[in-house]
C-alpha cells in the first residue's frame, strides 16, 4: 500500500480522557514524564522501551466496560504519540517494527488501537499477519470489537477472520460490520463450518447464526436447519433465527 498512516485524533483524544480518569497522582506524574521522555526521543527504540514499562508502572484497571485496560490506553496512545512525530511513509515501517518488537501484551494493544492509528487501512498487511496469530488473545484484539477488518478487509478475508473466530470459540457477535458482510457465500461458508462441528460431533458455535443470511438461504437449506434443530443438535440460541420450528 502506498498511502500513509494517518491518525483517528478524536477517538484518541477519548482514549486520553479515559486513561486520565483511571490514573493516581503517582501513576500520572510517571506517566507525565512517559510523554515528555518520548516527545524528546520520539524512535521507535524509545517507545518499544516505554511501552514495556507501562505494566510497571500502572495498575492493570479497565474503565467501564470499554474493554480496554488502563495499560492498553498507555501503550496505545504511546503508539500515537511516537507515529505523530514522524513523516507519513515511515509511520507504517514503525508501526510493524513495534508490531514485530514487542510480547504479546503489547501486540493486543496495538491491535486494539489499530483503527485509531491507521484510518485509511494503510496497515492492513499487518493486520492480515497478526491474524495468523494461534494466540486467542492477540486474535481477539484484531477480530472482536475493532472496526478495522470491516472497514479495510476484502470480503474472502473478512469472512476467513470471523470463520477463525468461531473456531477458536469467539463470539461473533462482538465482529464489527458482520451484518453489512452478510450474503450467499458467507452462508455457505457458515453452513460447511456446521457440518464439519456436527461431522467432529463437536458443539456448533452458538452466534454461528450471526454469519447467516437466513433470507438468502434455500427452502432446503432452512427445512435442514429446522430437522436438526428439532433434533437438538443445534444450541438453543439457534431458536431465534428458526421461527417456524
Known amino acids: 500500500m502506498n498511502m500513509d ?13 479515559a486513561l486520565n480518569a483511571l490514573l493516581d497522582a503517582t501513576e500520572r506524574a510517571w506517566w507525565q514524564q512517559a510523554r515528555e521522555r518520548l516527545e524528546q526521543s520520539p524512535d521507535a527504540n524509545t517507545a518499544a522501551i516505554l511501552g514495556s514499562q ?20 498507555a501503550r496505545a496512545l504511546l503508539l500515537a504519540t511516537v507515529l505523530e512525530h514522524q513523516p507519513g511513509d515511515a509511520r507504517r515501517p514503525l508501526l510493524e517494527q513495534l508490531f514485530q518488537w514487542g510480547d504479546d501484551q503489547e501486540k493486543i494493544a496495538l491491535l486494539k488501537a489499530l483503527d485509531d ?3 485509511h487501512g494503510a496497515c492492513l498487511e499487518l493486520a492480515l499477519l497478526a ?27 473478512f469472512h476467513q477472520l470471523v470463520l477463525k473466530a468461531l473456531g477458536m470459540g469467539l463470539d461473533a457477535g462482538r465482529v464489527h460490520g458482520l451484518a453489512q458482510r452478510q450474503g450467499v457465500t458467507l452462508n455457505q461458508l457458515a453452513l460447511d463450518l456446521m457440518d464439519e462441528q456436527l461431522a467432529a460431533e463437536r458443539p456448533v458455535s452458538p452466534s454461528l447464526p450471526r454469519l447467516i443470511a437466513f433470507d438468502l438461504l434455500s427452502p432446503a437449506q432452512r427445512q435442514r ?18 421461527p417456524d420450528t
Open 131 to 157: 491474524g495468523r496469530t494461534s494466540n486467542p488473545q492477540v486474535f481477539a484484539a484484531l477480530v472482536l470489537d475493532n472496526p478495522y477488518p470491516s472497514r479495510h478487509y476484502a470480503e474472502r478475508a
Open 54 to 73: 507501562c505494566k510497571r508502572h500502572l495498575r492493570e484497571q479497565a474503565p467501564g466496560d470499554s474493554g480496554w485496560s488502563s495499560v492498553q490506553l
Open 225 to 242: 436447519l429446522a430437522g436438526l434443530y428439532r433434533q437438538q443438535r443445534l444450541p438453543a440460541e439457534w431458536r431465534d433465527y428458526l
Open 5 to 17: 498512516v494517518t491518525l483517528r485524533h478524536d477517538q484518541l483524544a477519548e482514549r486520553t480522557q
Open 117 to 119: 492509528l491507521d484510518s
